[in-house]
Structure formats: C-alpha cells, structure tokens
C-alpha cells in the first residue's frame, strides 16, 4: 500500500467520520474537506515524478489496482489545487446563513476524484467513478426539492452512462481478457484487422459514458440543471473539475483506440485500420461534429438564458464542446490542446462560479436581471469575473487564449476547415453571453436593495485572487503548464508538440504569449499616460445619464427599472426562436421519462416505492449488466 | 529602440486612422454635394475631446476605457505594415483577431459602468452583429488557411508578391467581396450601423462619453480603421512593398466603405447579421469550397 | 440672497495655455440642439448641402455629454426649462449656450404667454443669441464664426459665469420651476409606481427619442 490508496482510503474515512462525529458542528466538517484538499495536493507534489508507481487493493471478488500515470497525475495534481482553492472559498462561504451539510460527501467525492485519476483497472475506475456519481447526487440535492428535481435528473443521465460503461466494460473484458485499462485498450488495437464492429460498440458504450458526463452531445441540458441548483460553491467543483471526467476517460480509453498506425500509442500493434477523414478517423470526425454542435448549440441556449449559474452553466458545455473538438483530431497537438484548455477552464470557469457564489453569498439572487452594480460593491468578485469572461471568451492576454489558439491550431493541422466554422461562431458568440453577465450583474444600475453590501469576505477574497493570479500566469507563460503536459502525452504515447516556456509552434503560425501578454500591458500603460494627459473627470451619480433631459425620478423610475438586462438580446431572440422551439432534446429526453414514469407508476401501485422510475432505470441498468455478463 | 518603434508604431496607426476618417467624411460630404471639413478635422476633433473636462460614472468607466483603446493598440503590433512590424512577429491573424475584441470588451465595459441602458443597448446589437461578420471572415481566414496553409499574414504577403494577377482579391473573388461586406460592418458604417443609430439610442455606446473618454473611443476606432482595412490590404490585396503603397490601398479600401456608407439606410441589427450571414457568409463559403477542391 | 456677481473680463478670461487649446475648441464645434420651438427646422439647410456647417468643423451630436455647444432653438416653456436647465448641467466643460431666434431672447411673439419664458439668459448663461424669427441659415452661419471667433479669444465664458453665480441662477430656475409642481402636489409613492407602470409598456424610445434626433 502506498501513498495513493492510503491517501484515499484515508479521505474517505475522514469524510466518512466527520459526518458523524461533527454533526452537530457543521463548519468542523468543512475545515476536514480543506484538510482533506490540502492533503492531496500534498499527495500531488510528493508524487510528481514517480511514474509507473503501481498500488492495488483487494476489493474480496476483485482486486482494484492504480497506477501514476504522467496524464492521471496531471489532472490529478490540477483537480487538486483547484478543489483546494474551491475549499477556501468553502470555509467563509459556509457560515451561519449558508451552511449546508455536503461537507462530508464531498471529502469523499474527493476520494473518488483521486480514485478516478489513478486507476489502472477498470474495476477501479468503476468503483471510483460510481463513488463520485453517488456522492455528487446527493450533494446536488442536498436537501431541497427544486434541487432534488435537478440531482435526480442528473442521477438518472449519470444511470445511462454507468450502464454504457458497465456494458463497455464487460464487453473489452470478453474481448481482451483482462480488467486493465491499458493493457485492455492496447489490445483493442491489435483487434481492428479482425473485429472492427465490436470495437465500434465499445467506442460507441464509452463515448456515451464520457458524454454524459460531460454533458457532450445530446447530454448537454443536465449542466443547467444541475449546477445552477447546486449548493453554490458546489458548482464551481462541479463545473470546473467534475465535468472533465468525461475527457479524461475520452483521453484515457477513446482516443488510444484511434491510434494511428506508427505512433508510439500503437506500438506493436498495426494500429487504426479504418476509414479517415482529412487524417482524423472517422468516429472521431464524427464525435467533433457532435462537439461542434454541442458548441454552438450550447452557446445559443447561453445567450438566452437570465439565470447567471444556468447561463454559465451552458458555457461550461460550450468549452466542453471546444476541447472535445480538439481531442478529436487525434494528434498530439489536438490531446495538448485539449488537456491544457481543461486545465484552463478549470482555472477561469472556477473563479468564475466562485466570483457568482460570492455575489449570490451577498445578495441571495440568482436571477441576472434582478441583480446590476455589483462591481461598485464587490470589485474582486467584479475582477475574478472579468478576468475569468476574457480569459473564457479566449482573448489574450488571459489562459482561454493560449488554449483556444491551440484547440484551432490543431484543427488547421489536418484541415477540419468545416468544423472549423461552428468552432469560429461559438467563439465569437460567447462573446454575448459573457458580456451579458458581465453587464447585468456586475455593472449597469446598482439596485438600492444592494446599496449597503459588503465586499467578498477575505477568504473569499484569497480564493478568487489566487485564480486570478493562475489565469494571467498561464496566459503569459503557458509553458508551465503545457511542458508537464507534452511530457505526459509524450510519456502516454501520443508523440510531441514544440512548446517552450513562453512560445507555442503551430501548424499554420507560431505565437510568443509572453510577448503577446507584454504588449498588452504595455499598450495599457502607454494608453493610461494618453489619459493622463486629458483634462480632469469628475465623477457623477448613477442615475445622472442621458435621459433626453427628463429627470428619471420624476417618473418614478428606479435604478432596478433603469437596469437594462431582461431580454438583454431581443433581436437575437427573435432570430433563434425558431431553431430553439423545433430542436429540442430536452423535449426528447422529457418523452422517454414520461413513458418510464407511466410504467413504473404501475409498478409503484404493487411496491410503496418512492421515486421509481429512478429505481426503474436503475434496474434497467442491472438488466444491461447481465445481458452484458451473458453476451 | 523596440520601444520607441512601438510608440512609433501606435501614433502612426492613430495617425492613419484618423486622417482616413477625416478623408471619409470629405468622402461623404461630397456624395451629398457638400465642401466638408478640412481633411485634419479629426485630429482637431481629438485634441479638442482631451481638452474638455469629462464625467465618469464609476473607476470601472475609466478602466474600461483604457482597456479599449489599449486592446486595439496592442493589436496593431502585430499588423505587418507593408513587410514592417515593430515587433518581431509573423504577424499572426488569429492573434490580431482575438486581441481586437479585448479593445471592444473594455470598451463594452466602460459604457456599461455609466449606466445608461443605451449604451447596453448599443452593445448588445454591436455584439451580435459582431457574431454576423465575424464568421464570414473566420471563413475567409479558414480559406486562405485551405490554400496556402498559413494564417500568417507576413507569409501570405509574400504568397502574393509578383504583380496583381497575383493578388488574392483576384484569385478569390468571392471571397474578396466577402471580405469588402464584411469590412463595412467592422467598421460600423451604414447599412451596418443599428449600434451606433444617433436617432434611435443616441449614439448607442458613445451615449456617455464625454471629453476625454470620446478622445479615447475616437482614437479606438481610428486604430480599428487601420488594423480591418490592414488585415483586407494584407489578405486579398498583396500586401505592398512600400509603406506609402500600403496606406494608399487601404485608403481606397476605406473610401469605398464610406462611399457605401453614404448611399445606404440602416438596416435593423437582426436583418443585419441574417444578411452577413446569408451573403458574406456564403460567398465566403463558396470561396472555401472552391479553395478546398482546387 | 445672492445678486449677479459683477466680474471684470480680465478675470474670467483664459489663460495662454488655455487659447491654445481654444484654437482646436473653436474649430471643432460639436452641437445638440434643443428643438423646443420652430427653429430647428433651420438647422437642416445650414447643415446639408446649400450651406454646410461642417466646413467650420461644426456638426450635430446625440447627447449633451458629447456636445460642446446646447443650441436652445425657439421659445421654452417653462416645463421645457427644467429638461434645458438638466441638459446643461449634464455638459462637460467648457460648454456654450446658443439661444436661436427671438424667443429665447425676449420671448418672441410668446412674450405673454403663461406657459413661456422670456428671457432665457436668466436661468442659465447665453453666450450667443441669433436675432430673428427665424434666422436664416446665413445668420445661423454668420453667428457661428462670430461663436468661434470669441471662443479663440478666449471671451465666450458663459460657463464660468454659471460656475461663480450658481446661486443666483438657481434662484431664478426655482422661481420657475416651483409653477411647474402639479396643483396637488406631487404624487404619491404609489402613484408614482402606477406611472412608470404605464410609460414601462411603451417603449423606452418614446421616451429617450424627444431630443437629440440627428
């Protein structure tokens, strides 16, 4: 036993004790979940460099083993310092008002974070990844209704994709022989000459898993759900690390099986035998036009959302369809472009979500329209936020940029160019949304309501500044963060990128960021003596704008009425109402629930059960089990 | 020395920019058989804006003002001026086109902290029209990229060296008038203009900006003018050999968005972008396939 | 109260530095017209084709935080006067009022009405009026020069006068103003809401559009 089983061993009692010893001292609870935070990242550090490390742990009928992989660590030690951020921002955000009693839960769901990231089988890696839907349903419902409504509904999409993967899983077992994940995908390899069909179920099986999780593709409406009824500060972990699951699982056993033949990753075997596009193979082709979709479709339901945690919510499928798009073209550059844009939308979706937390901390509003000027009271939550918009809409000098030049970099590099164009308008429309929050919350009217709150608390404070500091950093110098990844793609098989510490080469054009980051500053002070230079400002009151002369108050005009945000994009509206009202797979998914829902009410009628279409689908899953076991 | 380069650099792009608006309005004056100002009017426009007392509503005004015009500033160092860059670059296309929306956003910002809903109104059609002619353009950006395999405008200038059948503009037709439609609503002119609209939301973002804040939006849309008339110039029209050559193309660039700008009513911001998307957009698609067979 | 302050030119007149910037001031004149009365309809020969303002640099902008120069362009009313006087304020530094025609002047063939004002120099400082009923659009152009040649000078001060006799103009406003409350009072809190209620169903154009149309 080493340090990574007894790491998560440790946590999970932890977490498990605190929920019993602590009851009645709740924020002893949340001081465990720092603890536990704390100690991972520690466990990240002492295990940097110890690759191949391998740990296992007798489950009785299995044994669940673990390995270090360079790729695992990553997202690991990444998932770790954001939780641990999170985790400071959790100790202030809880207190008398606001405390809510997930701690516990989400030590554990910490655990299986870990556990997720470190497995070498795919016993491990199904326990932990049952573990952390488990434990993230009930901290997504912690408690209310409306968010029950929301936990159940990500419940039973998370049920479909535990079904895709026990089925994937059962079947690479019959086809392999063996539980272990790189060992079972290598051998996949070898098998394209002779079984490709078979090897497009699992493909299919565990891209139906990963999407789900990612909320990928038709999966794309449980994010708005789910993390906008979270516990606040939940969603910002739910958002910036839970949803990335999906693409380490896609970088883990999808991309691999793609591999082309020559590369490291297919060394031994004859590697990817079937139909290609541009050089891409066609599954994968496919999969990033289901990202592109996911991209722009995601991006239009944004722009018409009011709710601030839905709307970002959307844009954390919106990135979530990028970086899949990346994945997709399968060649190092594409996997370096999408980890390092899943580390960056860890880094700037996290601060944003903490940023919103913060405000809904102060105000308890969640609604965009209701809120306005929250800048004028809050400037570092205003700062978190703003740096978070640049650096999601990927405009230097913040993280977003470095990524997405990537992400398009890799799709030059085997002239996607149609795909290119969905990716080029949820680029530039993300644009709307952000700005839209940016407008409605944080600048426009300061409602009287708000006029005495106070700023974002220090630890708060403290949480949003260190990300701030991480996302100028990596927009500068992504370097330390993209060589660790070239080495672990390196190491993982997918061959190489040229990156330096300031420099990326591209394939239609290479960029320096630090000089980018640079110039920028540079235009600011520059810009800044031009303003020094011009007569003095005075300030004015708020209210004191252009009105054709009418005082606003004769009028009985409020701020909160002069705040222009409801239906900030009516045009745009106007324009998409019709695409939003035919397509809808919300509606679709609505049918086969509704259908479940009349069988299972028949059933209820002999058994007391309560909520049994979950428990419907959740038998529906131990059917496919035994089918799967059977074929 | 890189330094004064840059300084230099900037105050040239100002400079340009503003002698071209003041040549636009002589443009249009003209198409309504007016004399029109002197050509250095804008210039005059400027200094007398920084010489005017200003109001702001909120430091975030300030800042986001800053941030507008340096955005488009910082842009504009990785504009290769006929072969010229002051920075040591490639002039990298996608670089300029996602620093430019940093100028905007800051400029977005500001206008947002005054408080006044115009100005969000403003924003948000500039916004969304933004959507209509940006991808037309990343389009046309993604066709130079089927063709050539570069997107840096360095290369392609010289891709295109060797006379005017050698142009883009002539080898992509559709293209290029894709380019010009979409051009006209980058730089905001009519039919292009609902964001603006003085009759409507009294000048839609500018609603608040007084003094040295309009200096500050005035000069952001003369950099603006060199840097999307540059990108065309450098894209379609070969580049140039010598910078007086660069200026004049681009000049006759702007005089034709004037001239169009002149002659045309507004249209409404939903009908704007459906008609960037429909016609720049699939003229600009045609382009790409037709690049991508060849 | 205060009485009007007697200042000698001499001291209100601007410095070196500042003619200097006044050169580009005068030439570059940036105008919202206040279309109260009849006179705005002048302003579109002076500005289009036949006379062409913008020669002199001058030309029309939306809003007063834009605008150098308020041009109050027929007779005011006195429930006009209130959104003038807010108009004025709202213009950064230096600004010039422009008074267009008799009526600002003197009341013009208003000057006994109960709804006008007569002379608009009392509320706040008109640096230049134009004679007339209406002036023609060569007077309009004629007494833009003679407003360009002062401001040069350095002479078209009306804002500073505003500035150091604040008291007595807001005294002369409130005498005005006050016959502009509502006979009952104003209303109630409740009423009010009900207000913006209705004006929130028609749409804000209504509202915003009355002054500054280019």
Not at chain 1, 109 to 124: K, P
Not at chain 2, 248 to 257: A, G, M, N, S
Request: hydrophobic share 50%; with cysteine.
């Amino acid at each position: 036993m080493s340090l990574m089983t007894t790491s998560m061993l440790s946590v999970m009692l932890a977490g498990l004790l605190s929920s019993i010893a602590f009851r009645k001292v709740k924020r002893l609870q949340w001081v465990v979940l720092f603890a536990a935070a704390v100690f991972f990242s520690y466990v990240a550090v002492s295990l940097y460099g110890k690759w191949g490390l391998t740990d296992s742990l007798n489950l009785g009928l299995f044994t669940a083993s673990f390995t270090n992989s360079y790729i695992g660590w990553l997202f690991f030690a990444f998932s770790s310092g954001v939780s641990l951020i999170i985790s400071i921002f959790s100790l202030s955000f809880n207190d008398k008002k606001h405390i809510t009693g997930v701690a516990p839960l989400w030590t554990v769901l910490l655990a299986a974070n870990a556990g997720i990231f470190f497995a070498a089988d795919w016993i491990a890696f199904l326990v932990a990844w049952e573990l952390m839907g488990w434990t993230s349903f009930f901290i997504i419902s912690h408690g209310k209704e409306k968010s029950f409504q929301a936990g159940i509904y990500y419940f039973a999409l998370s049920l479909i994709g535990t079904a895709a993967l026990l089925a994937a899983i059962f079947t690479i077992q019959g086809a392999t022989g063996t539980f272990a994940i790189a060992a079972s995908v290598k051998a996949l390899l070898a098998l394209w000459s002779t079984k490709p069909g078979l090897l497009y179920f699992i493909a299919i099986l565990l891209t139906v898993t990963f999407f789900a999780k990612s909320a990928a593709g038709p999966f794309y409406m449980w994010p708005a759900k789910a993390h906008a009824e979270a516990p606040d500060d939940f969603s910002s972990f739910l958002s910036g690390i839970m949803i990335k699951y999906g693409v380490y699982g896609l970088i883990l056993a999808v991309i691999p099986m793609f591999a082309e033949p020559g590369t490291a990753a297919a060394a031994g075997t004859a590697g990817y035998l079937g139909a290609a596009v541009h050089g891409t193979p066609l599954y994968l082709y496919i999969l990033g036009w289901v990202a592109a979709f996911t991209a722009v479709w995601a991006t239009i339901l944004a722009i018409r959302e009011n709710d601030m945690k839905r709307l970002m919510a959307y844009s954390t499928v919106s990135n979530i369809g990028f970086i899949i798009l990346a994945l997709s073209v399968n060649t190092a550059f594409g996997i370096a472009a999408a980890i390092f844009h899943t580390f960056n939308h860890m880094i700037f979706k996290g601060g944003i979500f903490l940023s919103l937390a913060s405000v809904k901390f102060r105000t308890g509003e969640r609604e965009m329209h209701k809120l306005g000027g929250m800048a004028y009271r809050m400037p570092i939550a205003f700062f978190a936020f703003l740096l978070g918009i640049i650096a999601a809409a990927g405009i230097p000098p913040m993280n977003g940029f470095a990524s997405k030049w990537m992400v398009f970099q890799a799709l030059f590099s085997h002239k996607l160019l149609f795909l290119m164009i969905p990716a080029f308008f949820a680029s530039t429309a993300s644009f709307m949304y952000l700005y839209r929050g940016l407008h409605s919350i944080y600048l426009g009217q300061l409602s009287p309501r708000f006029a005495k709150i106070k700023p974002a608390p220090p630890l708060q404070s403290i949480a949003m500044i260190l990300l701030m500091v991480a996302m100028y950093v990596l927009g500068g110098w992504p370097g330390f963060v993209l060589q660790p990844v070239n080495s672990a793609i390196a190491n993982a098989g997918f061959g190489s990128i040229q990156v330096s510490l300031g420099s990326i080469v591209g394939t239609t054009t290479s960029i320096h960021l630090t000089v980018v980051s640079f110039v920028f500053l540079f235009s600011v002070v520059g810009v800044f003596v031009l303003y020094i230079l011009g007569k003095r400002r005075s300030h004015v009151e708020a209210m004191d704008t252009y009105t054709a002369g009418e005082t606003p108050e004769d009028w009985g005009v409020t701020p909160e009425q002069y705040h222009y945000a409801y239906r900030f994009y009516e045009p745009w509206e106007k324009m998409t109402d019709p695409l939003v009202d035919t397509v809808s797979f919300e509606r679709w998914f609505e049918n086969i629930r509704h259908n479940f829902a009349r069988m299972s009410r028949s059933i209820a009628r002999w058994t007391a059960m309560k909520r049994p279409a979950t428990m419907l689908a959740a038998s529906a899953v131990v059917l496919i089990l035994i089918l799967g076991v059977l074929l | 020395m890189i330094v004064l380069q840059t300084i230099g650099a900037a105050a040239l792009a100002m400079a340009i920019g503003l002698l071209f608006m003041g040549i636009g309005r002589i443009v249009t004056a003209r198409l309504q058989r007016r004399v029109g100002p002197p050509v250095w009017q804008c210039y005059i426009d400027v200094v007398k804006c920084f010489s005017r007392k200003s109001t702001s509503h909120h430091f975030v005004m300030d800042l986001g003002s800053i941030m507008g015009l340096a955005g488009l500033v910082a842009a504009a160092m990785f504009m290769p001026v006929a072969g010229w860059l002051p920075l040591q670059s490639t002039g990298p296309l996608l670089v300029i086109l996602y620093l430019m929306p940093i100028g905007y956003l800051g400029m977005a910002m500001g206008v947002s902290a005054s408080g006044n809903p115009l100005a969000a109104i403003g924003i948000g059609r500039a916004l969304t029209m933004m959507v209509g002619y940006e991808v037309p353009f990343a389009i046309l950006l993604l066709g130079l990229v089927a063709t050539f395999g570069t997107s840096s405008l360095v290369a392609l200038n010289q891709l295109q060296a060797g006379g005017l059948l050698a142009w883009n503009a002539v080898r992509m037709p559709f293209g290029f008038v894709a380019a010009l439609i979409a051009l006209q609503a980058m730089l905001a002119e009519k039919p292009f203009d609902a964001m603006i609209a003085p009759a409507e939301i009294a000048s839609g973002p500018m609603v608040e900006l007084g003094g040295k804040f309009l200096g500050l939006a005035f000069l952001q849309h003369s950099v603006a003018i060199f840097i999307e008339t540059g990108l065309v110039v450098n894209m379609f029209l070969g580049g140039a050999t010598s910078i007086w050559i660069f200026f004049v193309k681009q000049l006759v660039l702007y005089t034709i968005v004037m001239a169009f700008n002149g002659i045309y009513a507004r249209y409404r911001v939903e009908q704007a972008t459906r008609f960037l998307w429909i016609f720049a957009g699939s003229l600009a698609f045609v382009q790409l396939v037709i690049n991508v067979l060849k | 109260m205060s009485e009007l302050l007697e200042i000698s030119r001499e001291e209100i007149i601007d410095g070196k530095w500042e003619r200097i910037l006044n050169f580009f001031r005068s030439r570059s004149l940036w105008m919202l017209y206040y279309c109260t009365g009849c006179g705005a309809v002048e302003l579109p020969p002076t500005m289009t084709s036949r006379f062409d303002m913008e020669r002199f640099g001058i030309g029309p902008m939306a809003t007063p935080r834009q605008a150098d120069i308020l041009l109050v362009t027929g007779y005011v009313s006195v429930k006009t006067l209130k959104r003038i006087i807010r108009t004025y304020e709202q213009m950064p530094e230096p600004k010039w009022v422009v008074g267009f025609g008799s009526c600002p002047i003197d009341g013009g063939i208003y000057w006994n009405s109960y709804a006008t004002i007569n002379h608009l120099e009392k509320y706040i400082p008109v640096d230049l009026s134009l004679g007339g009923c209406m002036p023609r659009p060569q007077a309009v152009i004629d007494g833009f020069t003679k407003l360009m040649k002062l401001i040069e000078k350095g002479e078209a001060v009306g804002y500073k006068k505003y500035r150091l006799n604040h008291d007595w103009y807001k005294r002369n406003q409130r005498e005005v103003l006050e016959r502009t409350e509502p006979v009952l009072g104003p209303p109630a809190k409740g009423q009010a809401r009900a207000f913006a209620r209705d004006v929130e169903s028609v749409e804000l154009s209504h509202i915003s559009g009355s002054g500054g149309e280019k």
